[in-house]
């Protein structure tokens, strides 16, 4: 049976596209999921793509978390249903209090768009189990508000449970502490990621294919569970 | 310190989208009865020295120049009592 | 106020005394047309047209589609070339004259692309301006029936250490950030130059591509009886009332605009719900004809939708969603609110259409309906307030044959050439020379500004900045393409406006060649200073004589563009700058060239003939702050041949990199080329030529490549069997640029020196 993988669609999405082309290169059938319906028709996993929802109006991510089809995304994350949330995704994530912390304006107050170095620290969640721990991958980043920040005793525990999923390498392109570009929850279900593995899929298209491997490691998990 | 406020509004006339996507949202979460939103932001000067008219004149010039865009924004300064 | 309607207008026109004596002296009725920017004998045009006065909701109407801005009345003359001199070509669907031009590229693809300019608000509001220059240029694509797949941004600033330059570009690159990113287009390419001509004067042009299948190719006009008029997107507020049109039309003094009208803010968010929305009723078939909203609004809107369809349009203009509700129907109809569509609806489709609608929270309002009488017709609460033939607003206004005349200082800057000043001797100089041009301003590494735009969004980009052209995948499955390049030299336009221009269109079509694809079609965004002066409107006539002149050369026909006049401050204007843009097909995007050395031990070959041509080059600016000479010559029979070389080495896969030469010369495309790929070259100049003009001459007609070994003979002979020349001049190698005899640059060296100047001026 095929595993099947939606990518929701929120008003001002725009790597939702993306996701879908991903998940299918990776073997996977995507499912179109829209904001307004609560359904989430029997999907395997849920991928919340970057883009602008909602204009990142009042706050990045703060409008969409309330939309009904995260209603039953979050009760789902809680029962174990695998969530990558990439860049605005990861702020819905970090609104809905599934992850903790938050993303703030880069620390250098603009855009930036650029082929990003990170290394994979975990590689025990549902969307890294393809690569290794400290693995070295490079793959576009992209945002404006992608500095992720957190008190310290949460940061203190994200290192200490491992929960630290990629790191930037080189260069800390938002301000971001301890140089983080990817936490988990407890579970290692909910993975939030700023820059974007979607974009870096195919050779013609991207830097490199390095990004292919957070999709194909939840067609793994779920194929071998 | 004396604390000056500033507030920086965009003018009447000028579109607002951060209001107005807040202002629809609103009643999906069951906040009702709003009829509008604008969405502005807010200086806090903590200033040194006497809180006089010169130097209510020089944050004016400030805000003016500076912290609003005035082509686009108004802005209002008042002192904050402690 | 009280409402101006036919009826009164009507009335006070009863006494036709102003028949004998015409209407202006004792009978211009008060009006205020001339503050609204009509001439005498244009008001009195639209009093001889209604054979009556206009009511203030008409002359509110005539006066922005009449503005130089929507009526191109002082161009429009000499636009007519780019029709008359088309070259037949099979691609062109849709030719001048629609929202945008449209391309047939192949597999029942179609693709409409355009460029304009936001130069005037951009200078006002620098975030704002050009954060709706792209909006209203991305809706003019989608109104042709296409999603819109890309943006590019031509940028033209003043010096990059003045303060007018710091004001300007911070607050242009970020609103092209915000609204692009926000909107969900790569953007893959565009231009940023620097030169004092623009202080005061920033050209923000703005560049659209979108793609769509024949079959979807939709019209601006309104025909069929009783359908309905939808007007969708955002309400109306009082932004930019009069804003495009009147501020575009007006010179500003030294001190600046004198008039700030209320600035148009863009909602990228609302926009992008406005694409979706507006592609899915496409792809329902629910449309009849479609027309966007940008300068003047409704105004333009309801009278383009109507002057080009079968009959009339009737239009109740109180039922116009507001923002304010204190907007007079004057001010509704001038208003320049951004995120606006109007569609022409059958009426069984209707409800449909708002469903779709409302599942994007796009707000829509039937306004009106297609009529079978021959005028357009609004209404405020009942009372009708504008009855005019609406071709007369939109299609025949005014057209002027401006007196041009060449100026007089034209034959002393040409003959004072660069070819006479001081050049740089030896090895030491010329490394030195090479440093400091890098390091300029223009030739510097621009990824300080386009790292602040999203290039990877839609997963279709091939080629994005700072390679010759973008170039975005149309088809996932045949990898079918097209690129797109834009360039303008303003320097070289004002050695020589003709040659310029051909200039600027060579190097687009010689920039998207290079990366492989076939060049097919053209749009321009003319950049001048005031049609007043009889010298500007030289400069436009020669400009625009040129261009179509090198279209029908080159087979690339114009499908459309932009002219932005009244650049100027003061008595002095902007340099002449045609900004032309360049689009080809390919048919396998995997083949694509892009510039960089990426192999070492590939065969550096020079394609096209080097002259000795300084005039207006980068050298002679930054070495000696010159403008003065003839700008290089042009062969556009040349550059097709080095296309057909260039296109066939990508397709029969001979060519590992090729980069065109221009600003710079060969020394700045092997820097290029070097840093891009992060491999070094070994350079023997050829031994003809002068070492100093050989790395920086700009002879147009120039490429260099990058060959494997194994290819060189096959592609050198191709060149031959063309009579293209070519020069073996290097090899890739190491980590250094070595120009041999001469000296030697660490890769690590030009890239400090290219890579700071932005940084330093803006970050």
Redo the contacts between chains.
């Keep these: 049976m095929t595993t099947r993988i939606g990518v929701v669609t929120f008003?001002?999405s725009?790597?939702d596209?993306?996701a879908q082309?991903a998940v299918r290169l990776a073997g996977a059938e995507p499912v179109a999921l829209w904001h307004?319906d609560k359904d989430l028709h029997g999907v395997d996993g849920v991928v919340l793509p970057?883009?602008?929802s909602?204009?990142?109006?009042?706050r990045c991510g703060a409008?969409s978390r309330?939309s009904p089809v995260m209603e039953t995304i979050i009760a789902g994350a809680r029962e174990g249903l695998p969530v990558l949330g990439i860049c605005n995704g990861f702020q819905i994530l970090c609104e809905s209090h599934l992850l903790p912390g938050a993303l703030t304006r880069n620390d250098?107050l603009?855009?930036?768009?650029?082929d990003q170095r990170l290394r994979i620290e975990n590689a025990d969640t549902a969307w890294t189990g393809s690569y290794e721990a400290g693995q070295e991958i490079v793959v576009?980043l992209?945002n404006?508000e992608g500095g992720f920040v957190a008190d310290e005793r949460t940061l203190d525990m994200l290192e200490a449970e491992g929960r630290v999923v990629a790191r930037y390498l080189e260069v800390n392109p938002n301000g971001s502490r301890r140089d983080i570009a990817g936490i988990t929850n407890e579970a290692g279900n909910v993975v939030g990621l700023m820059p974007?593995p979607?974009?870096a899929v195919?050779p013609?298209?991207?830097p490199t294919t390095d990004g292919l491997g957070f999709f194909t490691s939840i067609l793994k998990k779920l194929v071998n569970a | 310190m004396a604390r000056v406020v500033v507030d920086v509004m965009l003018k009447p006339e000028i579109l607002d989208p951060q209001g107005q996507a807040v202002q629809r949202a609103l009643p999906r979460l069951g906040f009702t009865g709003i009829a509008d939103v604008r969405q502005g932001k807010r200086f806090e000067l903590e200033v040194e020295g006497p809180v006089d008219d010169a130097a209510l004149a020089r944050i004016r010039e400030a805000a003016e120049t500076f912290l609003a865009n005035t082509v686009i924004e108004d802005f209002t300064v008042r002192v904050e009592d402690k | 106020m009280t409402l101006d309607t036919v009826d009164k207008a009507k009335d006070d026109s009863k006494d036709r005394g102003w028949l004998q004596d015409g209407p202006v002296g004792a009978h211009t009725f008060g009006q205020p047309y001339a503050e609204l920017g009509l001439k005498t004998d244009e008001y009195e045009r639209i009093v001889t047209i209604l054979d009556r006065r206009p009511t203030s909701s008409e002359l509110a109407m005539y006066s922005v589609m009449w503005s130089e801005h929507c009526s191109y009345k002082s161009s429009k003359v000499h636009l007519r070339q780019f029709g008359e001199k088309a070259p037949a070509s099979d691609a062109m669907l849709v030719g001048i004259g629609e929202n945008a031009g449209v391309v047939d590229v192949g597999q029942g693809y179609a693709v409409t692309f355009k460029v304009e300019s936001h130069n005037h608000p951009s200078y006002v509001e620098p975030y704002q301006g050009a954060a709706t220059g792209i909006g209203g240029i991305v809706r003019d694509i989608l109104a042709m029936g296409a999603r819109p797949v890309a943006v590019m941004d031509p940028l033209r600033f003043g010096a990059a250490d003045h303060p007018d330059t710091r004001r300007v570009l911070p607050g242009v690159v970020s609103g092209i950030g915000g609204y692009g990113n926000c909107l969900g287009l790569p953007n893959i390419g565009g231009e940023v130059v620097f030169d004092p001509c623009y202080q005061g004067n920033p050209l923000v042009n703005a560049l659209c591509v979108g793609v769509m299948k024949h079959e979807d190719i939709h019209l601006a006009k309104a025909s069929g009886t009783g359908n309905l008029v939808i007007l969708y997107g955002a309400r109306t507020g009082g932004d930019g009332i009069g804003g495009v049109s009147v501020l575009a039309s007006e010179t500003f003094d030294a001190d600046g605009p004198a008039k700030r009208p209320a600035v148009q803010v863009g909602d990228p968010f609302q926009e992008k719900l406005l694409i979706e929305c507006t592609l899915e009723v496409f792809a329902e078939d629910l449309v009849t004809g479609i027309q966007d909203l940008g300068g003047a609004g409704l105004s333009c809107a309801t009278s383009e939708l109507a002057s080009a369809g079968s009959g009339g349009m009737r239009v109740e203009l109180d039922k116009v969603p507001l923002r304010d509700a204190t907007l007079a129907p004057e001010e509704i109809l001038m208003s320049e609110s951004q995120e606006r569509m109007c569609a022409i609806v059958e009426p069984g489709k209707v409800d449909r259409f708002l469903e779709i609608c409302a599942k994007w929270d796009v707000i829509a309002t039937v306004i009106g309906e297609v009529t079978d009488g021959d005028r357009l017709e609004i209404f405020w609460h009942g009372e009708k307030i504008v009855d005019v033939p609406p071709r007369t607003v939109a299609h025949e206004g005014p057209v002027y044959e401006r007196p041009f005349a060449r100026p007089e200082w034209q034959d002393a800057l040409q003959a004072d050439g660069a070819e006479h000043l001081p050049r740089p001797q030896g090895g030491d100089e010329l490394r030195a020379t090479l440093l400091k041009l890098t390091g300029s301003p223009n030739l510097a590494d621009k990824s300080w500004i386009t790292d602040q735009y999203d290039r990877y969004v839609l997963g279709n980009t091939v080629l994005a900045q700072p390679e010759d052209a973008g170039m975005i995948r149309v088809d996932e499955e045949t990898n079918l393409g097209v690129a797109v390049s834009t360039d303008g030299n303003g320097r070289f336009c004002k050695l020589d406006p003709y040659t310029g221009a051909q200039l600027a269109l060579a190097e687009a079509y010689r920039n998207v060649a290079t990366t492989g694809a076939r060049p097919l079609a053209v749009t321009d965004c003319l950049n001048f200073g005031s049609p007043e002066d009889p010298g500007v409107m030289w400069q436009f006539a020669e400009a625009t004589r040129g261009l179509a002149d090198a279209c029908q050369i080159l087979g690339t026909p114009v499908t459309g563009g932009n002219v932005s006049f009244y650049n100027q401050t003061g008595e002095t204007a902007i340099h002449p700058t045609p900004v032309v843009g360049v689009l080809g097909v390919i048919d396998d995007v995997t083949r694509r060239t892009p510039i960089g050395f990426r192999e070492e031990g590939q065969i550096i070959l020079l394609l096209g003939d080097t002259r000795e041509e300084l005039s207006g080059s980068v050298w002679a600016d930054v070495a000696h702050g010159h403008l003065g000479g003839r700008p290089p010559q042009v062969d556009l029979e040349r550059e097709r041949v080095l296309a057909e070389v260039l296109i066939a080495g990508s397709r029969d896969g001979m060519v590992d990199a090729a980069h065109d030469l221009a600003d710079g010369g060969l020394a700045q495309a092997l820097v290029e080329a070097c840093l891009r790929g992060g491999n070094g070259a070994r350079i023997v100049l050829p031994e003809e030529l002068d070492p100093f003009v050989a790395l920086f001459s700009e002879s147009a007609g120039r490429a260099i490549v990058a060959v494997p070994r194994s290819e060189e003979l096959r592609f050198t002979d191709m060149c031959k069997v063309r009579h293209l020349p070519v020069a073996r001049i290097g090899v890739v190698d190491g980590e250094t640029l070595e120009i041999q005899g001469q000296f030697t640059i660490g890769l690590d060296e030009l890239k400090a020196a290219n890579s700071a100047p932005l940084r330093d001026f803006f970050a």
């Design positions: 008003p001002g725009l790597d596209r993306d082309r307004g970057g883009g602008f909602y204009g990142d109006y009042l409008i309330f250098h603009h855009f930036i768009c650029r576009p992209k404006g974007h979607e974009h195919e013609l298209t991207g």
